[in-house]
Nanobody, 120 residues
């Protein structure tokens, strides 16, 4: 059982920065990969960024590359962050944290989401 809790979403102005946090309660399960996704109004959910446990490399959607940075708390491996810089109105969405246990599986655990609104 893995429980994910996002926080940090709020209303910001275009050009500002924001950091989202995802805390996990994994009750003994080993999480292989964690990621951030988002769903904008009227659109489907899309991938934003992901990071693999104990590895330095991360993946990003082209739309956020160079502006967003995913990172994790190395001490616990149970908390990840999404630093979002130079925010645009197109970044307005509900942001979800997700976890994958099986390296050959898919993201099977999801948080409730946190709303990010970027005002222009």
């Amino acid at each position: 059982q893995v429980i994910l809790t996002e926080s940090g979403g709020r209303l910001v102005q275009a050009g500002e920065s924001l950091r989202l946090t995802c805390e996990t309660s994994n009750y003994g399960s080993t999480i292989y990969r964690m990621g951030w996704f988002r769903r904008a109004p009227g659109k489907e959910r899309e991938f934003v960024a992901a990071i693999i446990r104990n590895r330095a490399n991360a993946e990003y959607a082209n739309s956020v590359k160079g502006r967003f940075t995913i990172s994790r708390d190395d001490a616990t491996q149970n908390t990840i962050f999404l630093q979002m810089n130079s925010l645009k109105s197109d970044d307005t969405a509900v942001y979800y944290c997700a976890a994958m246990l099986d390296p050959f599986g898919s993201f099977g655990y999801w948080g409730q989401g946190t709303q990010v609104t970027v005002s222009s």
